[in-house]
Each structure stands twice: as structure tokens, then as C-alpha cells.
């Protein structure tokens, strides 16, 4: 490739870990991000190998609890909230808009060591011998009775959080004041709307868990007693800090995918996804209605049945939504030209597991019917549907799209097309027998389970397994593509954007001179329909 | 157990019952949203791939009558679903009982402890009568629990600082198993156990035989609640058998009506007693001095249990609260 792109326009280390290109600070966050999401995914199938046996003792019972706390830590914080923004909306939002970069580059280089070291100092608490508190913290436990290393870790999640307010607000601005001439809000790609609905929450919700977990560290260190009863605190008062950032920071992990599903839907489908604006306003509304529900995670703590009450009901309407875009986004295939490409593929795994997903929700929002279900294994299995087999797929989408953009190179095709199915049934496999575990009464966060969940647990090891092997194949065939995959043209996939304008992979200022924007046709997208 | 048995035993309660309902409910509407996205998706995908010869002259890409429909589908069925979920706890929490068997349960890392009316105590097995409306009183002695009944359907956290309750009438006898079902520590997957209904004889000859091991065993019981009301000293102020004194009687006071300085009032009942003996300065009873002591750090859980117990079973003359002269 020709030497001015992002790429390869400098090579020595100065120019990487001292970059401005949002580009390259794109796969800064890239590279940190595979290494948290392994050792996630090394704790998850240590969890996997013990739950094989019902009385296994292949870890210590606080070994295993070491282990679903680290995955939650890291799967959470440090890979799903900031996976797709960071790589993703980083090395795109630009391009989308037509701009030459981000509006604070420095500011962004500067969120990708703040994050470095807010995981630092986290995965330093795991190596030094283990944190139990579960990734929410639940005090007294957590702010009284454990002696491992919660401050440390807490402190790593601390500092992560300010590189989600300024990746935010660096979106935020950058959408505002950076789009070029012609791109109006009206013809703003999907993606971009998601991305920056993701902002309002990064910048909205993350100061709560910033300051709850502050919190939690003084009352750990100072026993200053706001959240210990001992000393006259209210452990509630800690759930309620937490939630009001958690049920939030799940939408975080959400809308950027269905952004993905959106561009790559219109892609593959040949034609402007259904209800355009629609999709657009209900990632502002689910942002919006995100922040009203996060009683739902309460409903047994002991919070008053008033509370329980709104939460509920609110947790139903915040459902709405997203049964929009899954309605449009079937409309979407209605009269179109669709070609399963590997994305395709993954997007399309995305909206039925996240479909199967949502719906179980519906349980969970129930306030006679969560009773029996909450801090059951189903409630396990509903938010991995989400996650996983909602957001993580999306990941992959995107990473399989984008990927001849970002490097220049195509993969094997049929090959990523295997992978995908294989990744969206080990997952199937893996969690869609937790909701019977939960349904059966099995509580969640055992070490230990009694044998009439043996079987089931069986499955979901196995699973596990092909999941994995889900995962590995594209990280083999992606890597191998870049040496002796087929060189990329701008536009491979016939896909509309401005950054399939550009050559693949971009120079390194992007677009030589402000990029021409017409409407985007509502279908026969590269094709003579 | 085979794969297919889904939910764990029969409904033995009438919570279960409505429980039952809304799954129904929510499993219809799920069945028939989840039809009419994947047939639709399905069928559209197939029809729609990019090598049949289908007729695809102008797409459509928004009406908005058709997004009106998007959002009113949802929306119906969310509101139906959440009137059905709320009613059912309404009415369960409508036929709280006044009357049955009132049981503490204190959970400990990584026990629970059970104390039956007449001071019979149960570690992890808890012995009940069927038919007959049974009231737990929950509390912690160290972090959050929560009480799991997965067969009743019915689940409550169990706090440090305030008692939380469940209650439920079993309909047959037999033995359910119960977690804790809120992370608790090392050995949370192992703070488990069960209950074993029988009827009601047979659980009440059970008591009488456990009361009358314990007597034999301990003939001098100091751990009742008369002996701890004897000492922490409570008699100086409230009077024997607490009939009152320069502070409030106690006889005959659960379920009556408690009226504060600040002008609140409130129903007392196990929770008041608690709060009072241990954070006696929140509310003080209207015309009395402000002088109570707090016994927070002095007394356990296991001794508020007990004390709370004897002051419930004292039954005095007059059933209004006066200041003696």
C-alpha cells in the first residue's frame, strides 16, 4: 500500500504512543482491549471447567468467586462498555461525518492512558491474589467483610470511568461542530446516532459510579459509615449509586451495536434500513428512558413497593424502543436485495438472540414473576443473551465489515461465514440452558450446585467450548489476511458512507478536500435496481 | 428430574398460583412476538435474497402510521404484562396475615438460623405447618442475604440493619429446598438448606418435643427473653412485665398505634421494637423524655429475637399508651 496511509504514513514508536490520529488511537484501545477480553474469557472458562462436576473442587470455593468477579470486572468495564466506541466509533465517527479528526485529539490519546491505566491497576488486583466482591461490589460485603484487593480494583474502575467521559465528550462535540458541509442531522448515519446516544450516557451516568465507588474506598479505608450499618450507613443507599450507573452503562453496551446492525443491515439489504428515523430516535429514547429503570435490579433488596412499582412499569416502556428497531429492521429485509456476508450473518445472530433476550426481560420486569427469577441463573442467561449473544456478536459484525477499511485487506469469506455460525450456536448452547437452571431455582454466583442441575450445566460447558472456538477462528483468519488476504478496494462491499469514499486504508488525514455528501438513495444501493 | 421439568415441584401456595399466571401470560406474549419477528424475518429472507426474481419495485422506507404500530404493539403488551405482575404482589401483600405463626430467621456467613414462637431454634433446616399462614421475620447478623424459596416461588434480601418478611400458607407437606440467593461470601453456593412441611399436629408435637429436649438439657435457660429483659436492665424504666413506668409500656403493644413527639405515628410491630432498642433517639414516644439508651454493639440479633418475642406475649391491662403519672 501506497505510504501516505494511516498505517504506514510513520512507523516508529513515538508516532504510535504518541498519535493523534484518532485512527491509530482506534487500534491503541484495539490491542488493550484483546488482552482484557482474553483474560475475561480465560476466567469465564476456568468457571466453565469447574461447573462441569456439581461438587467439583478444581477451584476453591473463594478461587471461584475470585473468577466471576474478574470476568464481570473486565467483560464489563473494561471490554463491552468501551469495545465499540473506542475502536469503532474512534476510527469511524470521523470518517462518517467527514472530518479530518475528532475535535480534541490529545484529549482522546489522553483517554486511551487513562483507561491503560484504570486497567492497570485492576488487573494488578487480580494478580496480586484476587478480588470476591462480584463486579457489583454489594456492600457491607464488599466495603466490610472482604479483605482482598477491593480497593485496587475498585480504584482501576475509578479511573476508567474518566476516559468514558471524555471519549463522550469528545463525541459529542465532534458530532456537533465537525460534520462537513451537506451532512445535516437528518442524513447522519445510524451508527453515528448511536454513538452519540452512547455519549449522553458516558457523560451522564459515569460521575455516579465514579462517586459511589469513591465511596465505597472511604468507607473501606475510613469506615466513615454511609453505606455500613455498624457505622450507621444504609447498604441500600449503595445498590441504588450503583444501579443508577449500571442500568445505564447496559445501554452503553447496546446501542452502538444496533448502530452496527443498522449500517450493515442497509449494506447487505441493498437499501436504507426502514424507518430511518425512527431507529435514530429510539436510541435518544432508550438513552433517555435507560436512566428511569434501574429499580428493576431491586425489586427483593427491600426498596419500597411504590418504588418497585414505577420501576416496573417503566422497565416495560423503556422495552418499546427497541421493539421499533427489531420491527424495522425485519421491514428492513422486505422488498431488498440481501447477501448473507459474514457480517450479515453476525448482525442477523444479533437480532434474534437479542430478541430472545429482550423477551426474558419481560419476566425480569415482572414484579411477581422476578421474585421467583432474580439472582437465578436466568437472569445469567438474559443479560449474556444481550451481551454476548447481542453485543459481542455486533463486535464481531463490525470487525468483519469494517475490517478491509481499517487494514486493507479482505478475509476468506466462506471461512468467516463458518465462524459466525459456529460462534451463534456454542452461544445458544452455552447460555440457553441457564434459563432453565433459573427457572429450576439454581441461584447464580455458586461454586457448587446440587445434582439435579448437573446436565444442564454439562451443556453449558460444552458450549462454552464451541464458543470459543467462535471466537478464536476469526482471530486466526484475520490475522492471517493481513499478510496474504486480497487487497482491499475503498468500497468492497458496495456500502454507502463517507468512509468507503476514502481508499482502504485511509491516509492518514483523512479526506484531501471536504468529501461531496448527497442523499443517501433510499435503495438499489450499488446496484441498478 | 427429568430435562423437561421446568419449574421445581407443584404450586404449593396461592402466590405460586398468581406467580403461575404471569408466566403464562409472559410466555404467550413472547411465543407470539418472537413468531412474528423470526416467521416474518424468515420468510422476507429467503423471499429477498439477492438471486430470486421477487418483486422489489419501490421498497418503502417509512410510514409513519406503520412505526405508529411498531411502538403501539410493545407498548399494549408491556402495560398488560405489568398490571398482571404488580396485582399479583398487591394482593399477596393484601392478605398479610394477622394471624399465624410468626418465625425469625437470622442469616449469618454462612448459616441460617431459625426461632420458632416458643423459642425453639433451627440451624439450615426449618420445620413448618401446612395450612396455615406462616410469617418469617429476616434479619442479618453480618452482610446482605436473601431467602430463596424457589418452590413457593418466593424470595426476599435479608438485611444488617432492619428486618425484611415474607410470608406464605404451604398447601401440602413435603420437603423444598432453600438458597441464599445474594452473594454473601466464600461459602454463599453452601449457605442452603430446606424447610419440611408437615400438618399441623405433627409439627406441634415436634415443638413440644424440641422445647421440652431443650429443657432438659438447659433447665436454666438464660438466654429467654424474660431473662434478658432482667438484664439489660430494661425494668428500671419500663416496669415489670413492662407495664410501664417513667418509659412507655410494652404490654399488649404489637399492632397498636404509636404516637411520636414529631407527631408521626406509626403500627408497631417487630421492626419498631428493634429500631427503638437499638436507635431508641429516631422516635420517641409523645410524651416522653428522650432518654433511652441505645444497646447497638451490646445485643446480638439472637437476643433481640428472643427479647422481641417475650415483649410480644406480654399482655397487660389497659391498651392505651399513657404516661404513668
Not at chain 1, 482491549?33 to 472458562?45: D, E, K, N, Y
Not at chain 1, 414484579?367 to 464481531?396: C, E, K, P, Q, W
Amino acid at each position: 500500500m501506497s505510504k501516505n496511509r494511516y498505517l504506514n504514513s510513520q512507523q516508529n514508536i513515538r508516532s504510535w504512543f504518541l498519535t493523534l490520529d484518532h485512527k491509530r488511537v482506534a487500534l491503541l484501545y484495539a490491542a488493550t482491549l484483546s488482552i482484557f477480553f482474553l483474560v475475561g474469557a480465560i476466567a469465564a472458562a476456568l468457571m466453565r471447567w469447574q461447573l462441569l462436576r456439581p461438587n467439583s473442587n478444581f477451584l476453591s470455593a473463594d478461587r471461584y468467586n475470585q473468577m466471576f468477579s474478574a470476568h464481570g470486572i473486565i467483560m464489563v468495564f473494561f471490554f463491552l462498555i468501551p469495545a465499540l466506541p473506542t475502536v469503532f466509533g474512534n476510527f469511524l465517527l470521523p470518517l462518517m461525518i467527514g472530518a479530518q479528526d475528532l475535535a480534541f485529539p490529545k484529549l482522546n490519546l489522553a483517554s486511551w492512558y487513562i483507561f491503560l491505566l484504570g486497567g492497570i491497576l485492576t488487573l494488578s488486583a487480580l494478580t496480586l491474589g484476587g478480588v470476591d466482591s462480584g463486579w457489583t461490589f454489594y456492600t457491607p460485603l464488599s466495603s466490610s467483610y472482604l479483605n482482598t484487593h477491593v480497593t485496587l480494583a475498585a480504584t482501576g474502575v475509578f479511573v476508567a470511568g474518566f476516559s468514558s467521559v471524555l471519549t463522550g465528550l469528545n463525541f459529542i462535540v465532534t458530532t456537533h461542530r465537525f460534520r462537513a458541509p451537506g451532512m445535516t442531522w437528518k442524513r447522519l448515519p445510524l451508527f453515528v446516532w448511536s454513538l452519540y446516544a452512547t455519549s449522553l450516557i458516558f457523560v451522564i451516568a459515569t460521575p455516579v459510579l465514579t462517586i459511589t465507588l469513591l465511596l465505597l474506598v472511604a468507607e473501606r479505608v475510613m469506615h466513615i459509615g454511609v453505606f455500613d450499618p455498624t457505622f450507621g450507613g444504609d447498604p441500600l443507599l449503595f445498590q441504588h449509586f450503583f444501579w443508577f450507573y449500571s442500568h445505564p452503562a447496559v445501554y452503553i453496551m447496546v446501542l452502538p451495536p444496533m448502530g452496527v446492525v443498522s449500517e450493515v443491515m442497509a449494506c447487505f439489504c441493498r437499501r436504507k434500513v426502514f424507518g430511518h428515523t425512527f431507529i435514530a430516535a429510539s436510541s435518544l429514547a432508550i438513552a433517555g428512558f435507560g436512566f428511569l429503570v434501574w429499580g428493576h435490579h431491586m425489586f427483593v433488596s427491600g426498596q419500597s413497593f411504590t418504588a418497585s412499582l414505577i420501576f416496573s412499569l417503566a422497565s416495560y416502556l423503556v422495552a418499546v424502543p427497541s421493539g421499533v428497531k427489531v420491527f424495522n429492521w425485519v421491514g428492513t429485509l422486505y422488498k431488498a436485495k440481501i447477501e448473507y456476508s459474514a457480517s450479515m450473518i453476525y448482525i442477523l445472530g444479533f437480532i434474534g438472540l437479542f430478541v430472545v433476550g429482550g423477551l426474558t426481560g419481560l419476566y425480569l420486569a415482572n414484579l411477581a414473576t422476578d421474585i421467583h427469577l432474580h439472582d437465578t441463573y436466568f437472569i445469567v442467561a438474559h443479560f449474556h443473551f444481550i451481551m454476548v449473544g447481542g453485543s459481542v456478536l455486533a463486535l464481531y459484525g463490525a470487525i468483519h465489515f469494517w475490517w478491509p477499511k481499517f487494514t486493507g485487506r479482505v478475509y476468506p469469506e466462506t471461512l468467516a461465514r463458518v465462524s459466525a455460525l459456529t460462534m451463534i450456536s456454542g452461544f445458544f448452547l452455552t447460555f440457553f440452558p441457564m434459563f432453565i437452571m433459573g427457572l429450576r431455582g439454581l441461584p447464580r454466583r455458586y461454586f457448587n450446585y446440587p445434582e439435579q442441575f448437573h446436565t444442564l450445566n454439562v451443556l453449558s460447558s460444552a458450549g462454552a467450548g464451541v464458543l470459543g472456538i467462535g471466537y478464536l477462528l476469526p482471530l486466526m483468519y484475520l490475522l492471517w489476511s493481513l499478510k496474504y488476504g486480497e487487497v482491499a478496494s475503498s468500497n468492497p462491499w458496495n456500502a454507502q458512507g463517507l468512509e468507503w469514499q476514502l481508499p482502504s486504508p485511509p491516509s492518514q488525514r483523512n479526506f484531501e478536500r471536504p468529501p461531496h455528501i448527497e442523499e443517501v438513495p433510499d435503495h438499489g444501493f450499488g446496484t441498478d435496481l | 428430574m427429568n430435562v423437561l421439568d421446568i419449574f421445581p415441584g407443584k404450586i404449593n401456595n396461592a402466590f405460586a398460583k398468581a406467580v403461575a399466571i404471569n408466566y403464562v401470560a409472559i410466555t404467550a406474549v413472547s411465543l407470539l412476538l418472537l413468531f412474528i419477528v423470526i416467521v416474518t424475518g424468515v420468510f422476507f429472507g429467503i423471499r429477498y435474497r439477492s438471486l430470486s426474481s421477487a418483486h422489489r419495485y419501490k421498497p418503502p422506507s417509512m410510514k409513519v402510521w406503520i412505526e405508529v404500530v411498531f411502538i403501539a404493539i410493545p407498548l399494549f403488551f408491556g402495560v398488560i404484562l405489568f398490571s398482571f405482575g404488580a396485582k399479583a404482589v398487591v394482593d399477596h401483600g393484601r392478605e398479610y396475615p394477622k394471624n399465624g405463626l410468626t418465625i425469625f430467621v437470622i442469616g449469618k456467613q454462612w448459616i441460617w438460623k431459625f426461632v420458632h414462637e416458643n423459642g425453639v431454634k433451627e440451624a439450615g433446616e426449618l420445620h413448618l405447618p401446612s395450612h396455615t399462614p406462616i410469617r418469617l421475620v429476616m434479619v442479618s447478623e453480618d452482610v446482605i442475604h436473601s431467602f430463596g424459596l424457589p418452590d413457593f416461588r418466593l424470595k426476599q434480601d435479608v438485611l444488617p440493619d432492619r428486618y425484611t418478611e415474607l410470608w406464605f400458607e404451604p398447601i401440602s407437606e413435603g420437603t423444598f429446598p432453600l438458597y441464599c440467593n445474594q452473594y454473601c461470601g466464600s461459602f454463599h453456593a453452601r449457605m442452603g438448606g430446606q424447610i419440611k412441611i408437615t400438618s399441623k399436629e405433627e409439627y406441634e408435637l415436634w415443638l413440644a418435643k424440641e422445647a421440652f429436649r431443650n429443657h432438659l438439657q438447659q433447665p436454666e435457660d438464660t438466654n429467654n427473653g424474660e431473662k434478658i429483659y432482667e438484664r439489660y436492665g430494661c425494668a428500671s424504666c419500663h416496669g415489670a412485665n413492662g407495664r410501664g413506668g417513667i418509659a412507655p409500656r410494652l404490654d399488649n403493644l404489637l399492632g397498636k398505634h404509636v404516637h411520636f413527639s414529631n407527631s408521626d405515628s406509626l403500627i408497631a410491630n417487630e421492626t419498631y421494637y428493634r429500631d427503638s432498642i437499638l436507635f431508641p433517639a429516631r422516635k420517641v414516644v409523645f410524651g416522653f423524655p428522650d432518654t433511652m439508651p441505645s444497646f447497638q454493639g451490646r445485643i446480638s440479633e439472637e437476643e433481640l429475637v428472643a427479647l422481641i418475642q417475650y415483649l410480644t406475649s406480654l399482655r397487660g391491662v389497659s391498651d392505651v399508651q399513657k404516661p404513668l403519672p
